[in-house]
T-cell receptor, first 108, second 113 residues
Framework: DAKTTQPPSMDCAEGRAANLPCNHS???????VYWYRQIHSQGPQYIIH???NNETNEMASLIITEDRKSSTLILPHATLRDTAVYYC?????????FGTGTSLTVIP | DTGVSQNPRHKITKRGQNVTFRCDPI?????LYWYRQTLGQGPEFLTY????????KSRLLSDRFSAERPKGSFSTLEIQRTEQGDSAMYLC???FGQGPGYTFGSGTRLTVV
């Protein structure tokens, strides 16, 4: 699985868009980009995934660059409940390497 | 759909004792995964099952660890002769095929004293 690099922490004002970057420069052609988040004392929660195209669901949008070397998770209107650790993972699906993620703090 | 259920939520044990955790996946999910998470780190893969077959094991899963999934339903993870380094959150997840994504349980927090 490709290694991913994320900033260790970010802040975002409540109501604003949170843009979480991820670098996966060694990603291979059949590896998907997955995003999970983990709120304190809970198990990780699946957010979204994609291969090449941008994706959107009720939780977030995923923007993948054309060369697939990086991606951005967008939470369009961050709320206090979005405070969590966000993990970006590039893999082919059987097991995930989570890394240490980005700790997002949404500020009132 | 009641989600993935893990029991117990917390377990404190003395070093050298054996412990067993249980995971009940979402009923229609055929894949079940075990992960371990230590403080400040992301979850680390331990093993996964497709139905009752254990298809992959991490090198983290030493010979003191054993996982089973009889009848392809619930799963148990046993740790024999626990060590202080086994203290961690043990997370179970399930999926139907490869997903999309897994559904994780809330984990079992093990403390070895």
């Amino acid at each position: 699985d490709a290694k991913t690099t994320q900033p260790p922490s970010m802040d975002c004002a409540e109501g604003r868009a949170a843009n979480l970057p991820c670098n996966h420069s060694t990603i291979s052609g059949n590896e998907y980009v997955y995003w999970y988040r983990q709120i304190h004392s809970q198990g990780p929660q699946y957010i979204i995934h994609g291969l090449k195209n941008n994706e959107t669901n009720e939780m977030a949008s995923l923007i993948i660059t054309e060369d697939r070397k990086s991606s951005t998770l967008i939470l369009p209107h961050a709320t206090l409940r979005d405070t969590a650790v966000y993990y970006c993972i590039a893999n082919t699906g059987n097991q995930f390497y989570f890394g240490t993620g980005t700790s997002l703090t949404v500020i009132p | 759909d009641t989600g993935v259920s893990q029991n117990p939520r917390h377990k404190i044990t003395k070093r050298g004792q054996n412990v067993t955790f249980r995971c009940d996946p979402i009923s229609e999910h055929n894949r079940l995964y075990w992960y371990r998470q230590t403080l400040g780190q992301g979850p680390e893969f331990l093993t996964y099952f497709q139905n009752e077959a254990q298809l992959e094991k991490s090198r983290l899963l030493s010979d003191r660890f054993s996982a089973e999934r009889p009848k392809g339903s619930f799963s148990t993870l046993e740790i024999q002769r626990t060590e202080q380094g086994d203290s961690a959150m043990y997370l179970c997840a399930s999926s139907f095929g490869q997903g999309p994504g897994y559904t994780f349980g809330s984990g079992t927090r093990l403390t070895v004293v």
